[in-house]
């Protein structure tokens, strides 16, 4: 199935009432696709894996925001870091101390978000409140000593993979209150704004508590 222009279009329309940005998940999808995407006016692109990241950043007009959402490891970094818009995954201290290696060393200020463990499985990744605590003291609260290559910009979370929308529901609600709770505690002028959550299934569940950036694969894509 080839890109749904159509209901990115309309999609858009809807999105633009909320506030919410989008970004299309484009993973496993060949460029031909991606090209599509990018016609209909798509200008956010999120990818999970690196080394398919980079082909299709070589190939792709040069105004696109390439989003990372999977999940990063350190030895990678270096290969997205010249331009990579956003990091959505950053799940534990030692990576984001490792981007902050690399921005440095090409003299890049690396944008980042939190990931945030939400959901009850155990295998989905994110930081708990005490890792996530942790991090906000030593280098986001007033006092601390900030990366300088790194630019923490929010927070994202993946609700459990469920059919029960009350569950979905309660966990992008407590992840609004973290957010809302982190912000509170910046207390300075910051650009801790994003609040990256929702997919094809519970993006609807997901702005209504207060995401404003959804990251939509499969409904604009198709299955993969
Ligand atoms: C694949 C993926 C998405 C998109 O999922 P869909 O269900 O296809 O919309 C969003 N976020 C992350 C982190 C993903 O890995």
């Known amino acids: 199935m080839a890109f749904q222009t159509e209901k990115y279009l309309s999609l858009t329309q809807d999105l633009l009432k909320t506030k919410t940005h989008l970004v299309a998940v484009s993973k496993t999808k060949p460029i031909q696709d991606l090209e599509e995407a990018y016609k209909a006016g798509v200008r956010d692109f999120g990818e999970n894996y690196v080394q398919e990241l980079i082909q299709k950043e070589a190939l792709l007009p040069k105004d696109i925001h390439w989003h990372f959402i999977g999940h ?57 409140q005490n ?24 927070l994202m979370g993946m609700a459990s993979f469920t059919v029960e929308d009350y569950i979905v529901d309660k966990e992008f609600n407590q992840l609004h209150q973290i957010f809302n709770e982190t912000k509170h505690k910046l207390n300075y002028p910051t650009n801790f704004n994003i609040l990256s959550m929702g997919m094809s299934n519970d993006y609807v569940i997901a702005i209504k508590n207060g995401s404003n950036l959804i990251r939509i694969g499969s409904a604009l894509f198709g299955e993969r």
């Not at 003299?107 to 939400?118: A, D, E, G, S, V």
Request: glycine fraction near 4%; proline fraction near 4%; hydrophobic fraction near 40%.
């Open 72 to 128: 990063l490891q350190s030895n990678k970094i270096k290969m997205i870091a010249p331009f990579v818009y956003l990091i959505h995954g950053v799940d534990s201290e030692k990576l984001l101390i490792e981007i902050n290696k690399q921005g440095q060393k090409i003299n890049r200020k690396i944008k980042c978000l939190l990931q945030i463990h939400i959901a009850k499985e155990e295998t989905k990744f994110g930081l708990d």
């Open 131 to 154: 890792e996530l605590n942790e991090i906000l003291q030593k280098y986001l609260l007033p006092n601390s000593s900030p990366l300088e290559f790194v630019e923490i910009c929010g």
